[in-house]
């Protein structure tokens, strides 16, 4: 029972890089989130997904774009990587939300930890 | 402001003690609250929610909720090893908000 899987774990880009961070659920849950976790910051919500075909921004959009590939998958992209987007990024899921946090528990991926240079 | 405030720690406690750990929010209109625990390293881990006023207990962990307070707390008994750890409160209405964590140590 996988849960949310990220790929990759690690990778350190250089400023300017494009990457797209994938994320996937296997819980049939309807809302997937994105946040980033800076030290003595908490987590911080990027975008999220209430329901498979919307996205919506969270606290910190700016340098980020989504993509809901589906129900099961949620894709976060940098498309010019910058050092303050040096971070660990987790993916979320949460079986459904009726705002971008909802009451529903989140179930978090662990982790993908960025460096950019 | 933040939106959700905890003390950073580090919260050190004897083996077998209870560990208090506190949370207040800034959004009256907070209906849902979340403690998470993570590991170094490790990703957030959900151990209780609690929507209404009061207690609520599950295994070693009990979770407290004052709204008219804007307080939530956890009290961890019996702490083990095991329990060292950052503890993340979290809190529900429009939007999820996180606290920046304690951290726990249990000492033997």
């Known amino acids: 029972n996988a849960g949310v899987t990220q790929t990759p774990k690690f990778q350190v880009l250089k400023t300017g890089q494009s990457m797209t961070l994938q994320c996937a659920q296997d819980?049939?849950?309807?809302?997937m989130y994105w946040y980033r976790q800076d030290p003595g910051m908490g987590l911080r919500l990027i975008y999220y997904s209430a329901s498979e075909g919307t996205t919506d921004k969270g606290e910190v959009p700016n340098g980020y774009n989504v993509s809901r590939l589906n129900k099961r998958e949620f894709s976060l992209r940098l498309e010019s990587a910058a050092p303050s987007q040096t971070s660990v990024y987790f993916c979320?899921?949460?079986?459904?939300?009726?705002?971008?946090?909802?009451?529903?528990?989140?179930?978090f991926g662990d982790g993908t930890r960025l460096s950019i240079l | 402001q933040k939106e959700v405030e905890q003390n950073s720690g580090p919260l050190s406690v004897p083996e077998g003690a209870i560990a208090s750990l506190n949370c207040t929010y800034s959004d009256r209109g907070s209906q849902s609250f979340f403690w998470y625990r993570q590991y170094s390293g490790k990703s957030p881990e959900l151990i209780m929610f609690?929507?209404?006023?009061g207690d609520k207990e599950d295994g070693r962990f009990t979770a407290q909720l004052n709204k008219a307070s804007q307080y939530v707390s956890l009290l961890i008994r019996d702490s083990q090893p095991s329990d060292s750890a950052t503890y993340l409160c979290a809190v529900a209405d429009y939007k999820l908000s996180f606290g920046a964590g304690t951290t726990v140590t249990v000492r033997a």
């Open positions: 979320a899921s949460s079986e459904f939300a009726t705002a971008p946090g909802g009451n529903q528990p989140q179930h």
């Open positions: 609690i929507y209404s006023n």
């Open positions: 819980m049939n849950h309807n809302s």
